[in-house]
């Protein structure tokens, strides 16, 4: 789905930005459904993927998942195992733990995809018109329900449409949801969808009941437990710059009030959790809930972490995307991603620093041969088997940023400045992070990205096991 994109720009001169210019962060929370200790984080910097629940994570680069720039991946994690990402390359599947290969869609290009709770996946197409390469577009909304081999369509908008969210029904994998726009004459119309057949088709649900700016996009982001008429749906830059709200409809998209449940000038991350609550939680303005069934009513949550996105898993756990860092006006939580059963323990699930190794795959694959040791693309793309692979240097380069204490490859010495005459003690560089901080990021980096960072928007996910988007073309 398309997220407003967090925009950062990063003085060319520090050495603690990325490659891309974005400041690191975490995007997306997404578990195995069945295998729940299998998870897929997307961050800024790339995937980290864990096997233990947590424990241990390793690393994949955005070039093992071919995306890049602002542009970040919806993913669905399957019940088979099997990682689905929309990129512009088209959407991929990584069914090896290594190599992200084409669907046989081939480069069609989907906004947003989602696995319904029997495992059923739901693509949506948002492939733009190209008459001069031959291809004639597509807006359909594509099922399988034999883990992406095969696929049949069904018709929701028109082509030339953008989907933002899609999203299945816990209790009722027959009722889906399904949020985009369009952009006749520049001026955005809002289109919302509802599936009562599991896909089979789809009929026009109301969308012109909220309030919005020509800068807003509206998210399918919640569907309570147990109740599959009751869907929840954020608008986003409500005034034109800042602001969001979450709107409830009880009727299944027909009415949503006269007024949001929840707003603030703020991005708002929300859940509607299995036992009833809502949760609607935010950067810099805290984090609130309102307790079921009948959810009047909103609590601030004490001492929370500063949230960008959230995700809960079978287990009645919350994740969430915290600040592992900080940056400008938003403290570092110590941690870029935390969870709580209670909204009020937090535990630290995952630090930067500590994050294990690279992926490990064989050479001949991106991850081998670009994320650890960065065999340039037209190299790779002619013929991979001519790529060095001597001298680790995107894994190395990841390491000295982030100050990544793992020593599973040996990575070499960075320095700050040359010894000075007859001096034979070489300086280290900490890299962006100093790893024995226990604040989870050194007053340097927290400088550098309130200095070089400007943050117009940051990137929102949906509260689910993946997400994705791209920006309204102004």
């Not at 209790?171 to 809002?190: K, N």
């Not at 500063?306 to 898993?313: A, G, R």
């Not at 960075?414 to 790893?435: I, L, M, Q, R, Y």
Request: charged residues 15%; glycine residues 10%; negative net charge.
């Amino acid at each position: 789905m398309l997220r407003n994109l967090a925009i950062f720009t990063v003085l060319a001169a520090t050495s603690l930005a990325q490659a891309n210019g974005r400041a690191p962060g975490t995007s997306t929370i997404n578990f195995r459904r069945g295998h729940e200790q299998q998870i897929a984080a997307g961050l800024t910097f790339g995937l980290l993927v864990s096997n233990d629940s947590g424990g241990t994570w390793q690393w994949m680069c955005e070039k093992a998942v071919l995306y890049g720039g602002l542009f970040d991946p919806d993913y669905a994690y399957s019940t088979s195992g099997a990682l689905f990402a929309t990129t512009f390359e088209g959407s991929l599947v990584n069914r090896d733990g290594c190599t992200f290969a084409p669907t046989p869609f081939g480069k069609k290009f989907f906004s947003a995809i989602t696995e319904a709770p029997n495992g059923t996946l739901y693509f949506a197409a948002s492939d733009a018109e190209d008459t001069a390469a031959g291809n004639p577009g597509d807006a359909k909304i594509y099922k399988s329900t034999d883990g992406g081999l095969t696929f049949t369509s069904a018709t929701a908008g028109i082509l030339g449409d953008w989907y933002n969210s899609i999203e299945v029904a816990p209790s009722d994998p027959t009722r889906i949801y399904i949020s985009g726009y369009r952009l006749p004459g520049g001026v955005a119309q809002f289109q919302m969808y509802r599936s009562d057949d599991a896909g089979a088709t789809y009929q026009a649900i109301n969308a012109s009941q909220f309030t919005t700016s020509n800068n807003s996009r509206i998210d399918i982001v919640g569907i309570k437990a147990n109740q599959p008429n009751t869907v929840f749906a954020r608008v986003s830059l409500q005034t034109g710059s800042i602001g969001d709200a979450i709107w409830r409809s009880t009727d299944g998209g027909v009415t949503w009030g006269t007024a949001p449940i929840f707003q603030k000038g703020d991005e708002i991350a929300f859940v509607a959790r299995a036992n009833g609550d809502l949760v609607a939680a935010t950067r810099n303005s805290g984090t609130f809930v309102s307790k079921g069934p009948n959810n009047t009513t909103w609590e601030q949550v004490a001492n929370a972490p500063h949230i960008n996105c959230l995700s809960e898993n079978s287990a009645g756990e919350l994740w969430a995307c915290t600040q592992n860092f900080g940056a400008m006006q938003t403290p570092s939580d110590g941690a870029g991603i935390m969870k709580t059963t209670d909204l009020t323990t937090w535990v630290k699930v995952l630090r930067y620093q500590d994050i294990q190794a690279p992926v490990d795959c064989p050479a001949g694959t991106r991850q081998h041969d670009q994320c650890v040791y960065d065999c340039p693309d037209p190299t790779y793309n002619a013929n991979p088997a001519s790529c060095p692979n001597l001298t680790p240097s995107s894994w190395c380069t990841l390491v000295n940023q982030l100050g990544i204490t793992s020593t599973v490859i040996a990575c070499p010495a960075v320095f700050d400045e040359p010894p000075a005459a007859g001096d034979t003690t070489k300086k280290p560089s900490p890299g962006c992070c100093d790893a024995g901080d226990s604040s989870g990021g050194p007053a340097a980096l927290a400088l550098s990205l309130a200095i070089g960072t400007v943050i117009l928007r940051s990137r929102r996910r949906k509260p689910k096991r993946g997400s994705t988007d791209a920006p309204i073309v102004r």
